[in-house]
C-alpha cells in the first residue's frame, strides 16, 4: 500500500515503515537507545529526504521511547532522580550542540563531521562494550566475580547525592557533564543519544545495567521531545504520516524488546548492543572508504 | 526617420510569422488538476489536440509534435566526492540556478529529427535546455560535468524523461501524448508546451498550465506545519506519547 508524505512529498510503501518502525521498536525496548543511529541511515536509504529523517526519526523515538519507559517505570527499574541530573546536563549540551552544528553548515562540511562522528564513537563505544561484556561473560562463567571498584577519582569530588535507585552515593559533576556531553553530541549527530549514554552510564558512573536502560530511557524522551520542536518550528521538517507509521510500528516492538531484554543476561543484552554498534559503524566507514557509485549529489540551497 | 524604419521592419517581422502560423494548436488535456491525496502513487496525463488550419495539409514535409511538462524550479547545488586522506568528501560544488523538479519531453520522433539545434536553443526544449547554471566558480573547469551529473541523477529518478516515441501523430491532423507523473511529486504549476515542427522548425506553438496540488489530509498537514509550526510540532509530540502510553497500557492488559 502506497501512501504519500505530505512534508516529505514522496510517496512510500506503508508497510515497509511499519517495519521499519518496528524492528527499532524492539532494538529501543531492549537496550534502552532510542534506534536513531539506525532509524536515520534506514529512512536515507528508502529515499526519505535527510532533512525529513532527521527530524521525524526524533518524533518517532520520542513515542518508542515513552512505550519503553513505562514498562521500566512499572518493573521500578528507572532512577528518575539521576536521570533529571544527566537531563539538565543534557539540554545544556543540546542547546551547544545545536550552536556547534551551525558553524559548522555554514562552513559547509556538516555531513562529513556527522558521518566522521557516527564512525568514531560507534566504533570505540561497540569496540569497548564489546570486549569488556565478553570478558565478563568469560569471568561469570569461571566462577570469579569482578571486584568493584571503590575508590576512584570520582568518588573525590564535591556535591554528593544519593540515588537511592541505582544504588550509588556519589557527585552530581560526572553524571552532569556526562549528560552534557551526550547532549552535544546528539545534537551533532541527530539522535537521542542512548547508545553514548548507556555504556557512558554503565563504564563511567558504575551503574547497574538493569537500571541503565530505563534511566537512560527517561532522559532520551525529553532530548528527543526538543529536538522535534526545534526542528517543526524552525526547519519544518517534521513528517507526521511518516512519524505515525514509523510509531505504529515502533510502540509495539518496544514491548516486545522490553520483554526480550529481561529474559536476557545483562552482559549478553551488552554483547548483542555492542555487535549492533559496530555492524553499523562498519556500514558507515565502508560508505566513507569506498568509491560511492555516483560521486555527484543534489542538494538545495538555503 | 530611422524609428519610422524599424516600426516597420517590425510589422513586416509579424507579418511574416503570422503568415507562417497557418497551422494552429487546439488542446484537450485528460485533467487540468492533478490532486495529491493521501493514496497518491503517480499519475498519468493525457495530452490530445488537433492541429487546425485554413490552407490544405502541406506536403513538402511530415508535422512532427514535441510535448513539454515542467515542474517547479527551484535553485539546486551539485557537489562532487573526491577522495582525500584515504575518505570520500564533497569537495567542488556547482550551483545550478534554474533546475525544474520535473521535467518530461515526449516527441514523435528522435528529437535531432524533429527540431533542430536552433529552435531548441531558442524554445529551450530539450533537458539540457531547459536547466540553466551560470554559478560555477572559477576553480571549476569541468562544469558541464555538474550538469550531466544533474540530469543523470534526475533521469534514474525518473524526474527527467525524454520519450522519443511518446506521441502519436495522426493523419498529420491528431496528435495524443502521456507523460507519467512519478509519486514522488512537488506540488506548483506544471508548465506545459506543445510545439508543432516541420522540417526541424517550430511552426506553432501553444502553452498551458497544469495545476499539482496536494487535497485533504496532506493539504491540511502541509499548511499546518508551515503557519503553525509550534502546534503542528506539539501536535506530532502529543502523537508520539499517547501512542507510546496506549501501546503500554494495552500490552498490561494483554500481559494481565
Known amino acids: ?302 | 526617420m530611422i524609428r519610422r524604419c524599424v516600426a516597420i521592419a517590425l510589422t513586416c517581422l509579424t507579418f511574416g510569422s503570422l503568415a507562417q502560423a497557418e497551422e494552429d494548436i487546439v488542446l484537450g488535456l485528460n485533467q487540468t488538476e492533478v490532486s495529491i491525496a493521501t493514496n497518491f502513487n503517480g499519475s498519468e496525463i493525457i495530452i490530445f489536440g488537433a492541429v487546425k488550419r485554413e490552407t490544405p495539409i502541406p506536403h513538402t514535409s511530415e508535422l512532427q509534435v514535441v510535448v513539454t511538462v515542467s515542474g517547479p524550479s527551484k535553485p539546486v547545488v551539485v557537489r562532487r566526492k573526491e577522495k582525500k586522506f584515504g575518505i570520500w568528501v564533497n569537495t567542488a560544488s556547482v550551483e545550478v540556478d534554474r533546475a525544474p523538479s520535473f521535467y518530461a519531453v515526449a516527441t514523435s520522433g528522435p528529437l535531432r529529427d524533429v527540431l533542430s539545434r536552433v529552435e531548441d536553443l531558442r524554445y529551450k526544449i530539450s533537458v539540457p535546455r531547459a536547466i540553466r547554471s551560470v554559478g560555477a566558480p572559477m576553480t571549476i573547469t569541468d562544469s558541464a560535468a555538474f550538469t550531466e551529473a544533474l540530469i543523470r541523477i534526475r533521469s534514474k529518478e525518473n524526474q527527467y524523461q525524454l520519450d522519443e516515441a511518446g506521441v502519436t501523430v495522426d493523419q498529420q491532423t491528431l496528435f495524443r501524448a502521456t507523460v507519467q507523473l512519478p509519486a514522488a511529486l512537488v506540488e506548483g504549476d506544471y508548465d506545459t508546451r506543445i510545439f508543432l515542427t516541420r522540417d526541424g522548425n517550430v511552426v506553432a506553438q501553444y502553452e498551458t498550465l497544469i495545476d499539482v496540488r496536494k487535497v485533504g489530509l496532506e493539504r491540511w498537514l502541509y499548511n499546518l506545519s508551515r503557519e503553525q509550526s509550534l502546534l503542528y510540532g506539539l501536535l506530532s509530540l502529543a502523537i508520539a506519547i499517547s501512542a507510546g502510553w496506549l501501546a503500554s497500557a494495552a500490552f498490561a492488559m494483554i500481559r494481565r
Open chain 1, 1 to 302: 500500500m502506497q501512501i504519500y508524505l505530505p512534508i516529505a512529498e514522496i510517496s512510500v510503501n506503508a508497510f515497509l515503515l511499519l517495519g521499519l518502525g518496528g524492528i527499532v521498536g524492539v532494538l529501543s525496548g531492549m537496550f534502552g537507545v532510542g534506534g536513531g543511529f539506525l532509524i536515520t541511515p534506514l529512512l536515507f536509504f528508502i529515499g526519505i529526504p535527510p532533512a525529513v529523517a532527521v527530524a521525524t526519526g526524533a518524533n518517532q523515538i520520542v513515542a518508542s521511547s515513552v512505550s519503553a519507559l513505562l514498562a521500566h517505570l512499572k518493573r521500578k527499574t528507572v532512577d528518575l532522580r539521576m536521570g533529571t541530573v544527566l537531563l539538565i546536563g543534557g539540554l545544556v549540551g543540546a542547546a551547544g550542540g545545536v550552536s556547534i552544528f551551525n558553524y559548522l553548515k555554514s562552513l559547509g562540511q556538516v555531513d562529513l563531521l556527522v558521518n566522521l562522528c557516527y564512525v568514531i564513537f560507534l566504533g570505540i563505544i561497540g569496540g569497548l562494550m564489546f570486549i569488556e561484556s565478553l570478558n565478563a561473560l568469560y569471568k561469570t562463567r569461571s566462577g570469579k566475580r569482578q571486584p568493584r571498584k571503590k575508590h576512584t577519582w570520582i568518588q573525590k569530588l564535591p556535591f554528593k547525592m544519593r540515588f537511592r535507585v541505582t544504588g550509588l552515593y556519589i557527585s552530581v559533576i560526572p553524571p552532569l557533564l556526562v549528560g552534557a556531553f551526550v547532549g552535544l553530541l546528539a545534537a551533532i549527530m541527530g539522535v537521542g543519544g542512548g547508545f553514548i549514554m548507556v555504556p557512558a552510564m554503565i563504564y563511567l558512573l558504575g551503574m547497574p545495567t538493569k537500571v541503565v536502560v530505563g534511566t537512560s530511557l527517561f532522559q532520551i524522551l525529553f532530548v528527543t521531545a526538543f529536538t522535534t520542536l526545534l526542528h517543526a518550528t524552525t526547519n519544518y521538517t517534521v513528517d507526521i504520516v511518516l512519524a505515525v507509521l514509523l510509531l505504529i510500528g515502533g510502540v509495539i516492538g518496544a514491548q516486545f524488546g522490553t520483554t526480550l531484554g529481561t529474559k536476557l543476561k545483562a552482559e549478553q543484552l551488552r554483547i548483542l548492543l555492542a555487535l549492533l554498534v559496530l555492524a553499523v559503524c562498519a556500514k558507515l566507514a565502508l560508505d566513507l572508504l569506498l568509491q560511492p557509485s555516483e560521486l555527484y549529489s543534489i542538494g538545495f540551497t538555503s
